[in-house]
């Protein structure tokens, strides 16, 4: 995966815990005008141990 679609999936990740896979490709493609799909965010979040919204609330940058 792009270095760059990876940074901008991961860091609305941290800022927005509360966001799903859907929403967050969804995010990125407003943001960032990079298509990426929820399989792929989801892929992403494994990747950075970031897997559920309470590991995505408890940690940091």
């Known amino acids: ?3 760059q679609v990876e940074a901008a999936v ?3 990740a941290l800022a927005l ?3 799903g896979p859907i929403r967050l490709a969804h995010e990125v493609l407003k943001r960032h ?3 990426v799909s929820p399989q792929g965010v989801r892929g992403i979040r494994r990747r950075h141990d970031r897997t559920s919204r309470q590991d995505l609330a408890t940690s940091g940058p």
Do not use: K, Q, S, T
């Open 1 to 3: 995966m792009d270095p």
């Open 17 to 19: 815990p509360a966001y």
């Open 33 to 35: 005008a990079l298509h």
């Open 10 to 12: 991961v860091a609305p």
